[in-house]
């Protein structure tokens, strides 16, 4: 998959892949995250990085709900570097959903992936994503799903 770097307008190779034990003492560190990421140490999470580098651009930690069909999008940020108009690489964040979709095809959940916002983000997965809203979550799924995985990944 490839992320833009804003600077150059050049496409970046990216891969996104377990993160390891000896990413969570990085992560804890990292003043670049906002969250408490060591608190989904026993969740299923994942990192986004250049294929050429080892820094982490970005976190996410999905919980895989079979019996509702679906993955539920736990916890997702971009690290602070890439977030704002002045950010150093763009796609970040849809890669990471776009993964999650591509693993709810292979799970065979359609597509179907959840996620909770309480924040102003919700609007942006809605206008930027494509997410529906289901009560207090937001969802995509078929579709929807596709589409990220062919503009994303």
Same mark, same amino acid.
């Given at each position: 998959?490839?992320?833009?770097?804003? !600077?150059?307008?050049?496409?970046?190779?990216?891969? /996104?892949?377990?993160?390891?034990?000896? @990413?969570?003492?990085?992560?804890? +560190? $990292?003043?670049?995250?906002?969250?408490?990421? /060591? +608190?989904?140490?026993?969740? /299923?999470?994942?990192?986004? *990085?250049?294929?050429?580098?080892?820094?982490?651009?970005?976190?996410? =930690?999905?919980?895989?709900?079979?019996?509702?069909? *679906?993955?539920?999008? *736990?916890?997702?940020?971009? %690290?602070? $570097? $890439?977030? !704002?108009?002045?950010? @150093?690489?763009? %796609?970040?964040?849809?890669?990471?959903?776009?993964?999650?979709?591509?693993?709810?095809?292979?799970? %065979?959940? $359609?597509?179907?992936?959840?996620?909770?916002?309480?924040?102003?983000?919700? *609007?942006?997965?809605?206008?930027?994503?494509?997410?529906?809203?289901? !009560?207090?979550?937001?969802?995509?799924?078929?579709?929807? =799903?596709? @589409?990220?995985?062919?503009?994303?990944?």
């Amino acid at each position: 998959m490839k992320i833009l770097h804003r !600077g150059t307008g050049k496409l970046v190779e990216a891969v /996104i892949e377990l993160v390891e034990e000896e @990413d969570w003492k990085i992560i804890e +560190k $990292d003043k670049r995250f906002g969250f408490k990421w /060591i +608190k989904e140490k026993k969740q /299923i999470v994942h990192k986004i *990085r250049l294929a050429v580098e080892k820094r982490i651009l970005g976190l996410l =930690s999905i919980e895989d709900i079979p019996k509702e069909l *679906r993955i539920h999008i *736990r916890l997702i940020e971009v %690290n602070s $570097d $890439d977030v !704002g108009k002045q950010k @150093d690489y763009e %796609n970040i964040a849809g890669c990471l959903i776009a993964f999650t979709c591509k693993q709810s095809f292979k799970n %065979n959940y $359609d597509g179907f992936v959840s996620l909770y916002s309480k924040t102003e983000l919700k *609007r942006l997965y809605r206008e930027k994503y494509g997410f529906e809203e289901l !009560g207090m979550n937001l969802y995509t799924e078929l579709s929807n =799903s596709e @589409d990220l995985i062919k503009k994303y990944l």
